[in-house]
């Protein structure tokens, strides 16, 4: 059964999906969220929520709840490959192609990073052009740039 559980900071109206006692999605602010009814969080909903806010204050690097993130097979590698990039480091398309032996599926690695359902938990924030430039983000380059900056100013 599927839970949901919104809740605001002062970065904007975040919801939480979790599955089986494993957080399966992430929408950040700007995004459309789920029309389902909110669920009284459970416990995973409140460390996970909790962990979002230490991190987008700078309290906190590294997360330490269950994900589920579905997808296919190169997704799921790409974002495994995601997340071995460090806090405030970057890496480009090219690099996460080329270290899953695919040095022409760069682009498929920005699909992947587009479709990441757990954005923060999975940071693929920390993908950029090979030229440095940035891409797309799901929540926008703004949010895109907040978190950049963010994890630059730790």
């Not at 950040?28 to 009814?37: D, H, I, R, S, V």
């Not at 480009?92 to 080329?98: G, K, L, P, R, T």
Request: with cysteine; glycine share 8%; aromatic share 12%.
């Amino acid at each position: 059964m599927r839970q949901y559980y919104l809740w605001e900071n002062g970065w904007g109206r975040f919801c939480l999906v979790c599955e089986q006692q494993a957080l399966v999605q992430l929408y950040l602010p700007g995004e459309k969220m789920p029309e389902e009814e909110t669920c009284s969080p459970d416990s995973l909903m409140l460390d996970a929520a909790r962990q979002v806010d230490e991190y987008l204050y700078g309290e906190r690097r590294e997360f330490s709840v269950p994900l589920a993130p579905r997808g296919t097979n190169f997704q799921q590698q790409v974002w495994q490959k995601l997340l071995r990039i460090p806090y405030g480091e970057t890496r480009s398309y090219q690099y996460c192609a080329e270290k899953l032996g695919k040095p022409g599926a760069y682009r498929a690695v920005g699909m992947a990073c587009n479709r990441n359902p757990l954005p923060l938990f999975i940071p693929c924030h920390r993908v950029l052009a090979k030229n440095g430039a940035l891409q797309g983000f799901r929540a926008g380059l703004e949010m895109k740039i907040k978190l950049l900056c963010l994890e630059q100013s730790f």
